[in-house]
């Protein structure tokens, strides 16, 4: 049987839970991985696996080609770069790349993946699809890649592209193998690496929920539109909370000034581009970032998809079982 969905960034955190997703429902679908990717998150699932990159027009069409629905989940998802241009190549215009294969290939459908870090947040503290935002408002190169990304996306939807984009907020869950910089929290947290905490906040949810999300809107969502697929809206000092009482850890209790954070994180970034060209531990951007609470609201998602996301903490509880399970964090005591 023919693919009958293409995912980009099938290895990925989100793009492997949704090839899951889709595999449950029955479809046989297609991922599409870098060369030499690491594919531990697609072991044990079967389907049709291809190589190619973003960047280079050709292997993205022959990876779109007979396929019915595209989820362009892959993008560049790091918050330090030492190089910012490899990150607006893959993720603003292998965008451009994956839409332009699509579209001439006839797909029925086609899902850009965004993110919460694209949008704007409201004189409430809470943002939503629509909240007005600007270029000169996204912090770091990561934000302003997809946020540029989302501009090449509703261009191309306003020119008759069938294309939806969903904003997934801050998922959590197993299969993070890399792990991103929230599971890369939770893992700090295990290994007892968190002594302190910034006073910040972000709305969580669950990757399976995620994942399932991408297929509602594939079904129910309005072409040209976007659609948070969030959870639940937490401080920092809630989450760390949360998950001293799943892991029987205690919880941090000390809240680092914002002036003390940046100067760490500027030393941090120091180290990390002299001696060790390597992430640091925690980064300017990051540190920036975090001076706003990212809360969020999926109202629109649940009313037009029909997406309904569970409560957090059993997601926290995955994400939990899986970084000890695979040695990420310490072994509960």
């Known amino acids: 049987m023919a693919a009958q969905a293409l995912v980009t960034g099938a290895n990925g955190f989100v793009g492997a839970h949704v090839v899951r997703a889709l595999r449950e429902r029955g479809e046989e679908p297609r991922a599409m991985v870098r060369g030499a990717a690491d594919l531990r998150a697609l072991d044990g699932i079967d389907c049709e696996i291809v190589t190619g990159d973003l960047r280079d027009y050709d292997s993205v069409a022959r990876a779109v080609a007979g396929c019915d629905v595209v989820y362009h989940v892959a993008a560049d998802y790091r918050l330090w770069v030492p190089d910012e241009a490899p990150m607006y190549a893959a993720n603003v215009g292998g965008t451009r790349n994956v839409i332009a294969a699509a579209a001439r290939a006839g797909v029925r459908r086609i899902v850009h993946t965004s993110t919460v870090g694209a949008l704007g947040v409201g004189a409430d503290g809470v943002g939503r699809e629509d909240t007005p935002v ?67 906040g972000l709305n969580l949810v669950g990757v399976e929920d995620v994942a399932r999300g991408h297929l509602l809107a594939a079904e129910r969502g ?9 959870g639940e809206n937490l401080t920092l000092e809630e989450m760390l909370a949360r998950l001293a009482r799943i892991a029987r850890l205690p919880a941090p209790r000390i809240r680092l000034p914002w002036a003390l954070a940046y100067g760490f994180a500027l030393g941090a970034e120091a180290v990390a581009r002299t001696i060790t060209h390597r992430a640091p531990r ?52």
């Open 134 to 200: 600007a270029l000169s408002d996204m912090i770091g190169p990561y934000k302003r890649s997809k946020f540029l990304a989302d501009r090449a996306a509703l261009e191309a939807a306003r020119a008759g592209a069938p294309l939806v984009i969903v904003n997934p907020s801050t998922p959590i869950g197993p299969l993070d193998f890399k792990p991103t910089p929230t599971g890369r929290i939770i893992v700090d947290f295990l290994n007892r690496r968190i002594p302190a905490y910034v006073e910040t």
């Open 222 to 230: 309005r072409i040209g539109e976007k659609y948070i697929l969030g």
């Open 282 to 333: 925690a980064s300017v951007v990051e540190v920036r970032m975090a001076r706003k609470k990212m809360f969020f609201a999926s109202s629109k998602a649940r009313d037009e998809l029909g997406y309904a996301p569970a409560p957090i903490d059993a997601a926290l509880e995955r994400a939990v079982r899986f970084f000890r399970e695979t040695g990420a964090a310490r072994a509960a005591a």
